[in-house]
């Protein structure tokens, strides 16, 4: 779980809250209407922009933003070189028994191909067109992520265009004047907010996480071709490692 | 059918309308005069951009962003697998009587070349020479959308900069005043939600589409090469999964 | 002649005149001293910005976004055919009795120095300098009329901003600030509409003719290099044909 | 210690407080809630944004671009230099003795791994991958600062929009309006001086010392390998100079 | 002397100057404290942004936009070929004699390092070193220029708002709005001023005039190392003049 997301959004949401309360009604600032303007047009622009498909999986992929096992680097380099020792002492087939200390399914998929006798060429292959698959996927949410981070703002400044229009064709009462702007505002400053406290920075957390996943799942590609060709245990460990800077690995070998 | 094209588009007018309704009249915001002037100028610029053929040419991209026949790249891959079969069976002359079957002009066409016995150098060559003019003529509408996105806010500015101009040199009625600054901002406005809800996101559409139909060709190139050299089926079929995600490979051996 | 860059900029022009009959006048629209500022701003700035020379020979550049002659890609092709197998038949030397045929300098050039016997090395570093100074000719022109582009609405703002401090600091009669903003605001009109409807587009056309006339100029460099080293006329033509769509080849074919 | 940046940032607060104090009282311009507000929701954007690890060790960062000891690229040619003709003269396992001659963690690493005879391919790869974490982690404190400088005046129109939404919904009281906008446009002025002398301007100092960083320990990487394959130390000297401009060369060597 | 650059300035500052005296007093628009904010604290920002040493040193890549000896390529290159010839005829160290010929320092040392009896490689690093340590510096001059650049237009806002704040805050006397408003425009006018008339088109002549200078030292390298490898002066040309446009070599030739 990575908390500094949650707390991010908690934060902004209650800094915010705290500027207006300290000097004004927080129920101005609620206005159904002016949210349901900026998030649907929105919405309706990403529709027209991503197939259908994306657009409802990005749901899935904003859990990434909250949510995730934090894959320890290490345990995972740990696991391999348990699995090389094994494999040179018993023979590759004998991970299979060992299979269920695996969690993350990428791996296990890697080992059982290995297990199952596939060519080196071929478990390449199949292993990283699902990496290059799965960067592709996490990419596509991004940069959903990051449309809905640039239109907010234009859909919010639509919204104060709108209410503007209908303040100004109407100034019979100028005691309604600054109420109406005030609404008018209102979608300027959702939309801000939506682009630069959600939309935008979950568009840069997701960049991140997709960076870190894909480092580890090279590296257990890898690990894997590695315990395939037989290679030495410390070597597979050397391979690894190059990985990780050396400040890490050092602290590592100590334990 | 690209559904969430249409969905999009219809979308994002019924939440401006909505937003408009709930305040005041929409009749107020029905002004041709400025939708004229914002959309004739920006294509009047875009004119200035891009020889005219390719500006006449964008009806035809803009088809592609709402009706598209989804070609099914796993349809595609079993075809060529029997395609291959029966090569192997009865010679690569024998597949000119299963043309019927194909419905793809680019496949058809790949496929006739390789039973005249055209040169593989030279069926690459005008396969890909083609491919490329594809992708040519794709990245030009694109690119002439995006320029539409671009120039619709500044024309749009343009308007309202003329309508308070010609407002605030004839203030002698106070009045007045409201409803011209409201009619100045309609073309800003207009812009703006061209720009953001029409042309940029169906940029963003066209590009996703473009990147589809050339993978899915360049997976046609790759079969058509293999079947004509001779490859065992097996092998084919093995060469163009390499296009698709190893977890959506396994649903489709299952079936 | 590029109808679209003149129809495109008459037609910016009457939008906008159409916009401002409708409403008002459009005398009040015509004000040279802001025309002077905006433009000489501009100017003034690019000369900081490029080097005289190049500015100066701007103008020879801009008349490429309105006339040039659309050097057919088909009859470039047919004469190199034509010239191969004259060249075939009766040597390289036949070529110069058929120079009159060639209008275009560039090939022109190239053929002469293929009959005066010039090394195939030579002769394909001669031609392909002279592309790339061409190209960088071109470049330098597209990015100069971009700096116009961009500089155009600062100097329009620069404008506005002298007119709005000016009325600012002497609002003693209240009933000239409608009309002293109006004044302010026109160079801001001057600087959008330049740049929206004359720079900006025109740096485009300029990127897409270059594009045009060096992917002409390079297949006439491949045309003459396969004529000198004596490749069969059917040859050249294949050769060739890669520079243009399969669907347009067979079109040719059948004329 | 780079006096730049204090003096930078002092300067710039110096002439904004100038600027002030001649037209009116600072004491309307210290705002603690509107502080609050943009440093506070700006920073809830980044931990977003960036993982809370990454986030925290930013002030380790920003110290880099205060003080830093500024390596003698120099020193570090000499002691090299020095270390080769010992190396040369008495065996590497002689370099054990002059150790604490060296300051730099780095360099002293890279020593001690070739004294203890490991490998020159495993050295080096040793040594590059832990400069290319360092790299990672400079551009990631480099872009953590750039993004809280991209967000920081979105806070501050943020701020601006929340105190004008206040301010209009209450004109009652039309004397208190000035000082309303006033307020309101406080955070605004925060989020720009934040940007534009704080957080841009450092990422572009962290830039520019990460380059410079890296580039000596390039040189050191390469130094240590010349004097481990047992090089000439003049050769080790001219190789190492390489790094260096050839007028700065010329200056050392007549020293 | 590039001319363009002090016409475009001069002018520049002229425009704005005829634009206001049309219309009012031009003594309005001098307000040194604005102009001590703007420089100042845009001057404070690039410190914070580079090493003081680099921002000293800027004065001295200014000079450049305005005064520079405009090496002619073709002299250097007839220069080269003589020396060639002469190099031929009596040996490398007969060109030690016509030293006082050469006036560019980079051409003088490359002779003399040739002269010397350098090795080939170690002159080529030495000299490619030298240029890229020049391209180096020329690009920071380039990038602290365009810093200048963008940055001035948000100190000017600054200004404007710092301004803007003050007058609000104190509306006691509506008369003095109007002149309030007025002086708190004029930062913003200087920054954009400068920004557009200054910074930005300077950084983008001095790009021009880098580009200009490495391509002749890179032409002398060439024309250095093929004298030193003893090459035919015909050959000496002939590759010199793949620098230049082919059209441009006829010209040389027919003098």
């Known amino acids: 779980m990575d908390i500094a997301t949650?707390?991010?959004l908690i934060l902004g949401v209650v800094f915010v809250l705290f500027a207006i309360v300290m000097k004004g009604s927080p129920l101005l600032f609620l206005d159904p209407a002016s949210a349901f303007l900026v998030l649907g047009g929105t919405g309706a622009a990403v529709c027209v922009s991503y197939p259908l498909r994306d657009v409802l999986g990005l749901v899935g992929v904003v859990k990434n933003a909250f949510f995730y096992k934090?894959?320890?680097i290490h345990d995972t380099i740990a696991l391999l070189v348990r699995f090389a020792e094994r494999a040179r002492r018993e023979g590759i087939l004998a991970l299979e028994k060992q299979m269920e200390e695996v969690t993350d399914m990428f791996l296990k998929n890697g080992i059982q191909l290995a297990v199952d006798g596939t060519e080196p060429e071929l478990l390449r292959d199949i292993m990283e067109t699902e990496l290059r698959h799965?960067?592709?996927?996490?990419k596509k949410g991004k940069s959903i992520m990051e449309t809905f981070g640039a239109l907010a703002?234009?859909?919010?400044?639509?919204?104060?265009?709108?209410?503007?229009?209908?303040?100004?064709a109407s100034i019979e009462d100028?005691?309604?004047l600054?109420?109406?702007m005030a609404l008018a505002l209102i979608t300027t400053l959702y939309g801000s907010l939506m682009a630069n406290l959600v939309f935008t920075p979950m568009a840069g957390k997701l960049g991140m996480k997709s960076k870190q996943e894909i480092q580890i799942r090279e590296l257990m590609?890898?690990?894997i071709l590695s315990i395939q060709s037989g290679?030495?245990?410390?070597?597979?460990?050397q391979k690894l490692n190059s990985f990780i800077a050396p400040k890490m690995r050092r602290m590592k070998e100590e334990r």
Chains 1, 2, 3, 4, 5 share one sequence.
């Open 6 to 8: 949650l707390l991010g």
């Open 70 to 72: 934090e894959e320890s």
């Open 134 to 138: 799965l960067e592709e996927r996490h």
């Open 153 to 168: 703002p234009a859909w919010g400044m639509i919204g104060t265009l709108v209410g503007l229009i209908l303040m100004l």
């Open 174 to 176: 100028p005691d309604a």
């Open 178 to 180: 600054g109420l109406g």
């Open 221 to 223: 590609i890898m690990g």
């Open 231 to 237: 290679d030495n245990p410390r070597i597979v460990e």
